[in-house]
């Protein structure tokens, strides 16, 4: 082959590194930039990272390896995979993986499928007696490992389709916050990957060559309303880029007294105070958004740690 020939060739591999490294480097920034925000991991945790075989929870133990190099605290990291005996399941993918990276992880054989199959009527949706099986299994072995803390490969998008679903569905105002307490009390869940996007995660799980395991148990089923949700959010992100990045700017900017939860705001209480109140509600006027209200904002999260995440001090 020519030197004519090659050249061509070597800048498309070196452009493709660039862009993987660049990509590579966002991710970590944002998944840091998560962690110091929410302080979701102190010195001295013991993290179990729960992995579903899919790209997002790839993703997060990769990131989270990479980021425990540099990161100001010292902390253990243990990857964790329930088995649920799912009929064709490659168990031994994920063992495989692991040792290769030389990470240390727990498996935990439980047959919830046969449980979910025999519960559920065939064609109905599996996804909620799933989590909560799931969920218990998580809470126990997280004990049995010592791990004082949960984290879940939760993204941005997958945030924001709890919000929705939560309204359209259960007349709720309720999201999937980036940290929490376990519903057992016992544990801290975590979810570094808020500030990461969907399409970032799909693109970063490529460049690593993860290798992808399919959920036949429920993440195939048609029709259900998680992905309708999707469905939505990514018409609205095509026809307005930057709106699904301004509705996570509203998970982070709640003003109560305008919303309509007395158990928030003391509406009955109300009464005029006689100073003027530049966040007060201008009664007879229409809201005002400004026309670039869907571009980034430097102050879209909350006052970082005094320590970022990302660098260790010497």
């Known amino acids: 082959m020519s030197q004519t020939a090659e050249r061509p060739q070597s800048r498309s591999a070196e452009k493709a590194r660039y862009e993987s490294n660049k990509l590579a480097k966002r991710l970590r920034s944002a998944v840091g930039a998560a962690i110091g925000d929410y302080r979701m991991i ?79 009527p065939e064609g109905k949706t599996t996804c909620s007696l799933c989590s909560r099986l799931r969920r218990g299994i998580i809470y126990r072995v997280a004990s049995e490992l010592g791990c004082n803390k949960i984290a879940l490969g939760h993204h941005r998008d997958d945030m924001l389709q709890t919000l929705f679903l939560n309204m359209f569905h259960g007349g709720k105002l309720k999201g999937m916050p980036p940290k929490l307490v376990s519903d057992d009390g016992r544990h801290v869940v975590i979810r570094p990957l808020a500030y990461a996007s969907e399409r970032d995660l799909e693109r970063y799980a490529e460049a690593r060559a993860f290798p992808i395991i399919p959920c036949n148990l429920c993440g195939s089923q048609p029709n259900l309303q998680r992905q309708a949700i999707k469905q939505m959010l990514q018409s609205w992100e095509k026809q307005h880029p930057g709106r699904i990045e301004t509705m996570f700017r509203a998970l982070q900017n709640v003003v109560p007294s305008h919303l309509a939860d007395a158990s928030l705001c003391d509406f009955a209480g109300l009464k005029p105070t006689g100073i003027p109140d530049p966040d007060g509600d201008t009664a007879f006027d229409p809201p005002q958004f400004d026309d670039d209200a869907c571009a980034p904002a430097t102050d879209a999260r909350p006052s970082p740690a005094p320590i970022s995440f990302v660098e260790r001090t010497p």
Do not use: W
Not at 68 to 88: H, M, S, T, W, Y
Not at 100 to 118: A, C, L, M, N, P
């Open 42 to 120: 102190e010195d001295g945790d013991r993290v179990m990272v729960c992995l579903s075989g899919g790209k997002d929870s790839y993703a997060l133990l990769d990131i989270l390896l990479a980021l425990q190099e540099k990161a100001p605290v010292r902390f253990e990291l243990i990857a964790f995979n329930l088995d649920q005996k799912q009929p064709g399941f490659p168990a031994d993918v994920l063992p495989n993986y692991l040792r290769s990276r030389g990470v240390r992880f727990h498996i935990e054989d439980q047959d919830t499928y046969s449980v979910v199959k025999r519960v559920i």
